[in-house]
């Protein structure tokens, strides 16, 4: 019995110190089995993608792709191993503050190349004067590089003071600083204190940053209630905007019906009242023809006061009624052309009808020497 007890006294501490050189052991396999899959996941990781908070640091030097979201590589695709980021951001800034601003529920891109595609897409454009152009749409793209960009699918342009813009495509040049929508376009103006507001339609729209233009080329087709409940309807080749206010140039073979009046020009401005923001004429210049149910007239230029529903003629002003031809320093049409004004009036009257209205068969024109007053 003794014996064997000192036999067991003597195996127990080889027994342990067994135990704790196998311990020591698997603690080492499992350190070096960890900084494997550390050094895995490093390498995987796309490497210029940052986290959120420390891209928004580097935006203003670099604008890198910034991640609220999840961040993955993705070798599904035909082309090769692609970055995929949720809830992507990104933003172009400089010494004189930001450019551009771009958010998209997804975005990705092929390690290869350095377009990102965009889903859901949301831009901000910064145009000079504070001005900002606001761009969402279903899908877009964007070279970090140069900030190249395109928009597609339901596409709707907004400037900070109320036109909106929709469209199948927008595109942005960095180098020009312009957006462009190439294809057909649908515009909303901003409405005045009465509710009326501009509709139109053309083939194209460019907003340009350095001027704060929107320009609608071709084929422009619009329509602006006017004072009174009446409906101005117009025709031009192409149409400006300011990004700032909202005054309006139309050019190019304009034409406005208003009612059964038209009125026809090489161009025409529509003024706002700065006070009320409501549209208060419209001025057409560069030679101008008016042509009513009974009678036409001619000038230099035509000043249409909407709320007082008057039509002021100037430039070598002329109105041709049936065979009456009145000519003068200013010609003002009152009541929609209901009643004719001439200052310093030089009239010609056709002598047989003189002689109907010498015999009582008709009513007739009044003068005070100074201008001549037509019913």
Request: aromatic share 6%.
């Amino acid at each position: 019995m003794e014996i064997k007890s000192d036999q067991n006294r003597d195996t127990a501490p080889k027994a342990a110190r067994l135990r704790t050189s196998v311990s020591k052991r698997n603690l080492v396999i499992s350190l070096l089995l960890f900084l494997i899959v550390v050094v895995q996941i490093v390498v995987m990781l796309p490497q210029d993608i940052e986290p959120f908070d420390q891209g928004l640091e580097l935006a203003a030097s670099r604008g890198p792709i910034a991640t609220k979201g999840a961040s993955s590589s993705d070798s599904g695709a035909s082309n090769g191993a692609q970055q995929v980021v949720v809830d992507a951001y990104m933003v172009e800034a400089k010494a004189s503050g930001k450019e551009v601003e771009l958010w998209a529920k997804k975005a990705y891109r092929p390690n290869d190349l350095e377009e990102w595609t965009l889903e859901n897409v949301r831009a901000k454009f910064y145009a000079s004067n504070g001005v900002i152009y606001t761009v969402t749409g279903d899908s877009g793209g964007v070279t970090t590089e140069t900030y190249a960009m395109w928009i597609k699918g339901n596409v709707v342009t907004r400037s900070s003071n109320g036109y909106v813009f929709r469209s199948e495509s927008a595109f942005y040049d960095p180098k020009a600083k312009k957006l462009k929508a190439p294809n057909a376009i649908d515009m909303q103006g901003p409405a005045d204190s009465e509710g009326g507001r501009l509709f139109l339609t053309g083939d194209n729209m460019i907003a340009d940053m350095t001027t704060n233009q929107m320009i609608v080329h071709q084929n422009v087709r619009a329509r602006r209630q006017v004072h009174g409940g009446r409906t101005a309807r117009i025709q031009a080749r192409s149409a400006v905007f300011s990004g700032k206010t909202n005054s309006a140039t139309l050019s190019g073979a304009v034409v406005i019906d208003i009612e059964t009046m038209r009125v026809t020009g090489p161009e025409a401005k529509f003024v706002y009242d700065p006070q009320t923001e409501n549209l208060d004429s419209v001025m057409v210049a560069g030679g101008v023809r008016v042509t009513d149910a009974d009678k036409y007239a001619t000038s230099g230029s035509l000043s249409v006061f909407f709320k007082d529903d008057r039509y002021v003629f100037r430039g070598s002003p002329r109105v041709v009624q049936r065979e009456d031809e009145l000519i003068g320093d200013e010609i003002v049409f009152l009541n929609g052309g209901k009643q004719v004004q001439v200052l310093n009036a030089k009239a010609q009257v056709d002598p047989s009808r003189t002689d109907r209205e010498t015999n009582g068969q008709t009513g007739g024109q009044t003068s005070d020497g100074k201008g001549t007053k037509r019913q």
